[in-house]
């Protein structure tokens, strides 16, 4: 558990639901104060000075001695602020959706740079992309390939495909996305047994110019990342001599690591850097190729603290306690309950006057009418009141959109960017129905 520094105890009013400003609060404590104060409870803030470190972090490993580039995955967070910041720091936009080719659009980066991807494409939505510019497609079945090209045609453009991969190697990720069963990207053995007959579908307008392969999230450290970066160039450039096609465009994906609600940093990723620049040295066509690299979570997540309301504290059945906040499974981490996010636990920074209290050990639950909803169980921390702000730090990626949010009908939190402590932008995503008919 991380803490605040100096609050005075008299400053934030025991179950009073207003925060002013504590006199001698950290500056931590007294922005989430003025912010609550200004825009309610519960809050996302995002801290651009922290994105920036993030991008340039990420930049220093990547090798120079071919053309690298970042590719901001906008799934991990699709705030188009948070997304400008990416855009500001060289990054390209990695879409999946038409909502997310509007946020980037918003955000303001060059949709001719950006890489659509995804499963099940429709050739409506590939329509849209090509509309606004997008080139760069990952291609992930021989449908979509015939999506691809059916759209491409219907508005005479040529675009690039990348064959996205499904290795036949299970990686070391946390969540691998390849080298098992997946709806994502061609079977390694098929393309290597019938790849020929399949890229023969690709027409005139569908230049098939490299390989996408990303192997999974939360990738554990450089050494894992760099094995699995090692097979990609091998796979891509065995397929590309194979298969005939010229490898332009490596995409080796990411997995980058970063913790999800809990406080701390990811691992030293500086080894990395001598890796890759060794993979680059001993790859053969590969090292003609631009090297591409998918990141969300290790961009997003540090910059971001969800900050919530004490709502009530409730004592149950052999003592056991629930400290109930105004933020929940509809806010952050809903899709650990489908596995797609690991099973998390928090760390809640609460207010220094709170520090010296007597230990209490609840679980963090919130308001919505199910036991599931529960973001942390057996907490042990200082005795907080109802009314007291409490902060969930490492929550920068897959927060608002990765939850449950439309469940039970409360309002999505507000999302607030800010550098150094000055509010640059303030957003909610909306809710509710909108009517057809
Ligand atoms: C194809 C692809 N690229 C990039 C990402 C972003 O991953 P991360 O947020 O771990 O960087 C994902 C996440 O699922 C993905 O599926």
Known sequence: ???????????????????????????????????????????YVYDADVIDRQVSTLRAVLPETVSSKI???????????????????????????????????????DLREALYGGPGKSVNELAVALSVGIRQFSIESPSDLAALREAAEAQEV?????????????????LAMSGVASQFGFEEDVLRESGKEILSHAGEQVEIVGVHIY??????????????????????????????????????????????SSAGEGPDLSPLRDKLAELVTSSGKAREAEWWFESGRFLSAAS??????????????????????DTGIHHLGGMAGLGRIPKFSIDLEIPASRQDNEEMTVDVVGQLCTPLDCIGR?????????GDLVAIPNTGAYGPTASVLGFLSRPAPTEILHRGGTVLAASRLRGGHDLLD
């Open 1 to 43: 558990m991380i803490s605040s520094q100096t609050i005075s105890s008299s400053s934030l009013k025991p179950g009073h639901h207003d925060s002013p400003v504590p006199s001698g609060a950290s500056d931590r404590e007294a922005l989430f104060a003025m912010l609550a104060e200004r825009y309610g409870t519960p809050f």
């Open 304 to 325: 971001g603290t969800l900050v919530s309301r004490v709502m009530d504290l409730k004592v149950s059945k052999e003592e056991k306690e629930f400290l109930i906040l």
């Open 215 to 260: 192997w999974g999230t939360q990738i554990g450290d450089a050494e894992a990342l760099a094995s699995c970066f090692e097979l990609t160039v091998q796979i891509a450039e065995e397929l590309s001599e194979l298969l005939d096609f010229p490898l332009k465009i490596l995409n080796l994906g990411g997995g980058f690591p970063w913790p999800y």
């Open 158 to 174: 040529t675009v690039k495909g990348l064959i996205r991969i499904n290795p036949h190697q299970i990686p070391r990720a946390k």
């Open 71 to 109: 590719l901001y995955s906008f799934k991990s967070n699709p705030n188009p602020v948070v997304a400008g910041r990416m855009n500001e720091g060289g990054c390209r936009a990695d879409l999946t959706s038409v909502g997310e080719i509007e946020a980037a659009r918003v955000a303001g980066f």
């Open 378 to 386: 057996r907490i042990k921390m200082p005795r907080v009141e109802a």
